[in-house]
């Protein structure tokens, strides 16, 4: 595997873009600009959203953030990283709360659930995975945000699968992390106009993906 799960993903390259200071000043800008990006790729999508957008919506000048960031692509790299750091570490919080094993298995998709719900633009930020993935600047770098929920997920089945002979720990976690990922693109089309109807898909498709990994990985449906 090419990461850790307490790793970090791989590092954009620099002329994607990369803070040029790090003061407390700097910084804390810089933050406030990904943010306002994050929120202006929620309301327009990727593709639509400018970088003027995110100039105003930051409240700062175009100078300031085009010191921080020398485009949109840049922009698109650095809220990825935050939020998936983000979303990681408040997995890994919640996993680690309960015993290894099956106990850990059974919080997964909780988990998982709950980054949506603490998280407006969960849907629309977790699409620029698949538009960077198909810029060749950015495609290693989208790829290793997957490999590691990836290599996450397989901690956990590694360990809830203990004994259990035949269990590629790797490939039920690709198909876990896949599966996911295709339910939110179900659901978000299929309710593109109401996004409670698609939270609700989700959780509702969710537990049957979920009872299908009890069933894959302990050899019962959970109840």
């Known amino acids: 595997m090419t990461s850790r799960p307490d790793e970090a993903p791989d590092a954009p390259p620099r002329r994607v873009g990369r803070p040029r200071g790090r003061t407390s000043q700097g910084a804390a800008s810089r933050d406030g600009i990904i943010d306002a990006a994050a929120t202006v790729f929620a309301r327009l999508g990727y593709d639509r959203a400018r970088m003027a957008d995110i100039v105003e919506a930051s409240g700062l000048s175009k100078g300031s953030v085009y010191f921080h960031f020398d485009s949109k692509e840049a922009l698109a790299v650095a809220v990825l990283a935050a939020r998936h750091e983000r979303w990681v570490t408040d997995v ?18 909780p988990a998982v659930l709950a980054l949506h719900d603490g ?21 290693a ?21 203990a004994g259990r002979q035949g269990i590629d720990a790797e490939a039920v976690a690709t198909v876990v992390v896949g599966g996911f990922d295709g339910l939110k693109t179900t659901a978000a089309v299929l309710h593109s106009d109401d996004p409670a109807a698609a939270h609700d898909a989700l959780v509702r498709a969710g537990r049957v993906w979920e009872r299908m990994v009890f069933d894959l990985v302990l050899g019962t449906q959970g109840g």
């Open 92 to 109: 890994r919080v919640a996993l680690d709360s309960v015993e290894p094993g099956e106990p850990r298995l059974r919080a997964l998709l």
């Open 119 to 139: 998280d407006p633009d969960a849907w629309v930020i977790s699409r620029l995975t698949w538009a960077l993935a198909d810029q060749d600047e950015t495609r």
């Open 141 to 161: 770098f989208a790829a290793s945000l997957t490999r590691r929920w990836i290599d996450v997920v397989a901690e956990v089945v590694r360990d809830a699968a």
